[in-house]
């Protein structure tokens, strides 16, 4: 499984931007497909998850309530960001695999190689 990230950019804080994330290969209805992130000196961090199986999502405490992962297509999934602030800021990755433990990068293995967002103001 391929997975490209895109649509990253420059924000102000309080706006909006939608990444999306194009896979390509099999994928298995077992999978999570995810979204980390990577501030600036700091480790990956857990944002979003969508259970294939069931559809049901899961979100990180800090972006709950404003940022929503959805499945476009069957080979596209985006994440939905609004009320950006400063601290969303970092680059943005997405990811497969048969996650259990849905915010642990070591249970996903297939990976995207990450688009930058910056929040100003």
């Known amino acids: 499984v391929q997975l490209q990230a895109s649509g990253g950019g420059l924000a102000l804080a309080g706006g909006s931007l939608r990444i999306s994330c194009a896979f390509s290969?099999?994928?298995?209805?077992?999978?999570?497909l995810a979204w980390f992130r990577q501030p600036p000196g700091k480790e990956r961090e857990f944002v979003s998850a969508?259970?294939?199986?069931?559809?049901?999502a899961y979100y990180a405490d800090s972006v709950r309530g404003r940022f929503t992962i959805s499945r476009d297509t069957a080979n596209t999934m985006s994440l939905q960001m609004d009320g950006l602030t400063s601290e969303d800021s970092g680059v943005y990755f997405c990811?497969?695999?048969?996650?259990?433990?849905?915010?642990?990068?070591?249970?996903?293995?297939?990976w995207g190689q990450g688009t930058q967002v910056t929040v100003r103001g």
């Open positions: 969508l259970v294939l199986s069931t559809s049901s």
């Open positions: 290969g099999r994928t298995s209805s077992s999978y999570v």
């Open positions: 990811a497969a695999g048969r996650a259990t433990v849905f915010v642990a990068p070591g249970e996903y293995s297939y």
